[in-house]
T-cell receptor, first 114, second 116 residues
Framework: KQEVTQIPAALSVPEGENLVLNCSFT??????LQWFRQDPGKGLTSLLL?????REQTSGRLNASLDKSSGRSTLYIAASQPGDSATYLC?????????????FGTGTRLTIIP | EAQVTQNPRYLITVTGKKLTVTCSQN?????MSWYRQDPGLGLRQIYY???????DKGDVPEGYKVSRKEKRNFPLILESPSPNQTSLYFC???????????????FGPGTRLTVT
């Protein structure tokens, strides 16, 4: 059974700093890994999707890496801004028989201090 | 605009009163799914559907029903809601590749359900 862990549960950093969020998973037989952002009381917004054959994906100030063999992914945020404050979730889509479900971590709540 | 919509967004009900949460997507996605989100437990899958008339249980299906009569709609039905079904519910959809893996999943805005 796939398990996804995100540590730390909460993180506060001053504005302008670069930061890294971590995600680990137990079963390396995955299709892809997806990073989401969730604002309080809102839905999930997809940030980056990394296919199992890829090592990283970039979008603007965000860079996500994937090391399937070690079961790890990182989300790098450059030059953080107060608007980056949100909960960040990673989710792994595992190979299975008929169910292409996502297994989610419990998230890292990020606060950028102005 | 490509989107997943859910209704209602907020619902307070009493134990045992049947309710339906609707989900609709306008992206012609084959795959649709329901999740619930609870503090400390993250998002857990309730039911999913690979296409019309094809549905199956996720990790926490007890107390829920679904149907997929049309490609765009995937309603979640609580026949007899109980307080332990108080949660934040999300519907999601995505395309499916011929090999079975899916693409990026799109989420609805969520439905906050309170059962008293």
């Amino acid at each position: 059974k796939q398990e996804v862990t995100q540590i730390p549960a909460a993180l506060s950093v001053p504005e302008g700093e670069n930061l890294v969020l971590n995600c680990s998973f137990t079963d390396s037989a995955i299709y892809n890994l997806q990073w989401f952002r969730q604002d309080p009381g809102k839905g999930l917004t997809s940030l980056l999707l990394i296919q199992s054959s890829q090592r990283e994906q970039t979008s603007g100030r965000l860079n996500a890496s994937l090391d399937k063999s070690s079961g790890r992914s990182t989300l790098y945020i450059a030059a953080s801004q107060p608007g980056d404050s949100a909960t960040y979730l990673c989710a792994v889509q595992s190979r299975g028989f008929g169910n292409e479900k996502l297994t989610f971590g419990t998230g890292t709540r990020l606060t950028i201090i102005p | 605009e490509a989107q997943v919509t859910q209704n209602p967004r907020y619902l307070i009900t009493v134990t045992g009163k049947k309710l339906t949460v609707t989900c609709s997507q306008n992206m012609n996605h084959e795959y649709m799914s329901w999740y619930r989100q609870d503090p400390g437990l993250g998002l857990r899958q309730i039911y999913y559907s690979m296409n019309v008339e094809v549905t199956d249980k996720g990790d926490v299906p007890e107390g829920y029903k679904v149907s997929r009569k049309e490609k765009r709609n995937f309603p979640l039905i609580l026949e007899s809601p109980s307080p332990n079904q108080t949660s934040l519910y999300f519907c999601a959809s995505s395309l499916l590749s011929p090999g079975g893996s899916s693409y990026e999943q799109y989420f609805g805005p969520g439905t906050r359900l309170t059962v008293t």
